[in-house]
Structure formats: structure tokens, C-alpha cells
């Protein structure tokens, strides 16, 4: 069953930098379209950014265009997303799941419903 492992969140102060990571055990994750959500307290959980399969295309809510990068590292097999300059409104429970390919693209839209435990993101002075 496919299933995902997020890690890599942390407190920061605003202005930091965290990566997080994207695992899918036992999984080739380049077979899959991967995109990264984010819930806060309530909230409902919104799409942040997306890869397609090939590695080539990528989306981003537009709150976040410019300071969050997503990429895939096909050796160790895990899907990164880069978070600088970060806000307070970025803190929230960070996740990771199979997203919609529309035409090989991505779409922030969760394929299924196999969500991971995620990370919590806390960005506070």
C-alpha cells in the first residue's frame, strides 16, 4: 500500500529556512506526480506546491511562489520541498501525497486518500 513518510519540520524563527522531505517506502516516487499540502489549526488543508512524474513541471500556490522549491532527488528516491523566507502564516502540518497529472502535468489535488503522519512546521520569534 502505497504510503508516505514526511520529515524535516522544525521551529524557525521568520526569515528561516527549512527542507522538507518526501518519502514513499517501497515506492519509486519519479512514478508518481507528488505534491505537498499544508494544514493550520483550523483550516482546511490546501495544496502548496506540485511535481510532475517526469520531474520537469512544476506548480506552487501563489502565497508561496518565489520563496518554496520543489524537487525530486531520484537516487535517494525522496521529494524535497525548500521553504525560505518563511512567515508565520506558513506554519501549519505539512504533507505529501500522490497529486493529479493531468496531460503528465501536476495539479494541487490529492489522487486518493493515503496521507502520512506530516511534519509541523512552527515559524515564530
Known amino acids: 500500500q502505497l504510503q508516505f513518510v514526511e520529515s524535516g519540520g522544525g521551529l524557525v524563527q521568520p526569515g528561516g529556512s527549512l527542507r522538507l522531505a518526501c518519502r514513499a517506502p517501497?515506492?519509486?516516487?519519479?512514478?508518481?506526480?507528488i505534491g505537498w499540502f499544508r494544514q493550520a489549526p483550523g483550516k482546511d488543508r490546501e495544496g502548496v506546491s506540485c511535481?510532475?512524474?517526469?520531474?520537469?513541471?512544476?506548480k506552487y500556490k501563489d502565497a508561496v511562489r518565489g520563496r518554496f522549491t520543489i524537487s525530486r532527488d531520484d537516487a535517494e528516491n525522496t521529494v524535497y520541498l525548500q521553504m525560505n523566507s518563511l512567515k508565520p502564516e506558513d506554519t501549519a502540518v505539512y504533507y505529501c501525497t500522490e497529486v493529479l497529472s493531468p496531460q503528465k502535468m501536476c495539479d494541487l489535488a490529492a489522487r486518493g486518500n493515503s496521507w502520512g503522519q506530516g511534519t509541523q512546521v512552527t515559524i515564530s520569534s
Open positions: 511535481l510532475s512524474s517526469s520531474g520537469h513541471v512544476t
Open positions: 517501497g515506492y519509486s516516487l519519479s512514478a508518481f506526480a
